[in-house]
């Protein structure tokens, strides 16, 4: 099975988090086939100083919806954060299922395609950059189309 992974950091050396991350996902998660450039963004949800360096990748993966999402928060509490409630804040990580397969899973622990993707310009751009044409399983439109539609003025400035 394929999915596209949203992965974030802005807290500690962003860098070396999503480096880390990488190295994680690839030991733990599946197969990375592609991934983004490295993007910097504002906070969005919340305020904050600190920058975020957000990135997408696609990964082929053996692993189930629920056991993806097992196993990235494993990594996730492994590189230092709990995921205490629903409340943005700043973060050593964060990896999001952003689409597995064509699926479309509505659970309280779990929602695919992730439920705010398309409101996220951090998530968009770099969804575009690997995938433009993939089209979101409920919206049914281009994942260019859902960038040029999104409301979101953040800045997302391309890093590496």
Same mark, same amino acid.
């Given at each position: 099975?394929?999915?596209?992974?949203?992965?974030? #950091?802005? +807290?500690?050396? %962003?860098?070396?988090? /999503?480096?880390?991350?990488?190295? *994680? $996902?690839? &030991?733990?998660?599946?197969?990375?086939?592609?991934?983004?450039?490295?993007y910097e963004s504002e906070p969005?949800?919340?305020?904050?100083?600190?920058?975020?360096?957000?990135?997408?990748?696609?990964?082929?993966?053996?692993?189930?919806? #629920?056991? +993806?999402?097992? %196993?990235?928060?494993? /990594?996730?509490?492994?590189?230092? *954060? $709990?995921? &205490?409630?629903?409340?943005?804040?700043?973060?050593?990580?964060?990896?999001?299922?952003?689409?597995?397969?064509?699926?479309?899973?509505?659970?309280?622990?779990?929602?695919?395609?992730?439920?705010?993707?398309?409101?996220?310009?951090?998530?968009?751009?770099?969804?575009?950059?690997?995938?433009?044409?993939?089209?979101?399983?409920? $919206?049914?439109?281009?994942?260019?189309?859902?960038?040029?539609?999104?409301?979101?003025?953040g800045q997302v400035v391309k890093?590496?």
């Amino acid at each position: 099975m394929n999915a596209f992974l949203g992965i974030g #950091t802005n +807290l500690g050396n %962003r860098e070396a988090n /999503i480096d880390e991350a990488l190295t *994680r $996902i690839e &030991e733990s998660l599946g197969e990375i086939l592609v991934a983004s450039s490295v993007y910097e963004s504002e906070p969005w949800g919340f305020e904050s100083r600190d920058k975020f360096l957000n990135m997408v990748v696609y990964i082929r993966t053996d692993l189930t919806p #629920t056991g +993806l999402l097992g %196993r990235i928060l494993m /990594i996730e509490a492994q590189m230092g *954060r $709990i995921r &205490e409630d629903e409340e943005y804040k700043s973060r050593t990580i964060d990896i999001d299922i952003l689409i597995y397969e064509d699926e479309i899973l509505n659970e309280p622990t779990l929602e695919i395609p992730h439920p705010r993707m398309h409101d996220r310009k951090f998530v968009l751009v770099p969804l575009c950059e690997i995938a433009p044409d993939i089209v979101h399983p409920v $919206i049914k439109k281009t994942f260019s189309e859902l960038l040029e539609e999104c409301g979101d003025a953040g800045q997302v400035v391309k890093l590496k």
